[in-house]
């Protein structure tokens, strides 16, 4: 049974970089694609972006030119960077597992707040 | 704004039927398979049907799903407290990438 445990700083400041890690613990990691998601405060989910275990990308073209997603598939994980965070990168973010064309399964999701 | 538009809220009586339709276009559903997600306040999104209409190991049959040209649906028969949650489709866009639905609040009365 695959679970995802994520982490990372919770409180940023405007303009400050976003990193969250992801690990995938019990089950397989190559051959799937992993993703990450976000919600803000009072609004549905956002997709951000995935990557496939071989590195492989693709982003929302909206949060393209501030999003790196990477895989370390030495330790199982996937980390996201976001640059530049404003208020209304304020969000619930969540790593998944995406298989072919679902996210299953999800993270605990990691709450990030910009502040100054 | 999400490009896959579902009602704000449904709500039945306990043992009852709600149906939550989500309305996308021909770069969307119309052209890939639909998911769906049950999202309870503080947890992780789960997934309840994958592939327009199928059930993962799990999920109680009453959870069904359907798709018919631009639309799919999420019918819940039996309603139960339990279910009280807020519900997502989701699907790619030729254009945009993922995207998921406006989001649906079930109230059971």
């Known amino acids: 049974q695959v679970q995802l445990q994520q982490w990372g700083a919770g409180l940023l400041k405007p303009s400050e970089t976003l990193s969250l890690t992801c690990a995938v613990n019990g089950g397989s990691f190559s051959g799937y694609y992993w993703s990450w998601i976000r919600q803000p405060p009072g609004k549905g989910l956002e997709w951000i972006g995935e990557?496939?275990?071989?590195?492989?990308?693709t982003y929302n073209p909206s949060l393209k030119s501030r999003v790196t997603i990477s895989v370390d598939t030495s330790k199982n994980q996937v980390s996201l960077i976001l640059n530049s965070m404003t208020a209304a990168d304020t969000a619930v973010y969540y790593c998944a597992r995406l298989s072919k064309n679902w996210f299953d399964p999800w993270g605990q999701g990691t709450r990030v707040t910009v502040s100054s | 704004q999400s490009v896959l538009t579902q009602p704000p809220s449904v709500s039945a009586a306990p043992g009852q039927k709600v149906s939550i339709s989500c309305s996308g276009s021909?770069?969307?559903?119309?052209?890939?398979?639909v998911s769906w997600y049950q999202h309870l306040p503080g947890t992780a999104p789960k997934l309840l049907i994958y592939?327009?209409?199928k059930r993962p190991s799990g999920i109680p049959g009453r959870f069904s799903g359907s798709k018919s040209g631009t639309s799919a649906t999420l019918g819940i028969t039996g309603l139960q407290t339990g279910d009280e949650a807020d519900y997502y489709c989701?699907?790619?866009?030729?254009?945009?990438?993922?995207?998921f639905g406006t989001g649906t609040k079930v109230t059971v009365l």
């Open positions: 990557i496939h275990h071989d590195g492989s990308t």
């Open positions: 592939d327009n209409n």
């Open positions: 021909s770069s969307n559903i119309g052209s890939n398979y």
């Open positions: 989701g699907t790619w866009d030729s254009s945009l990438g993922r995207v």
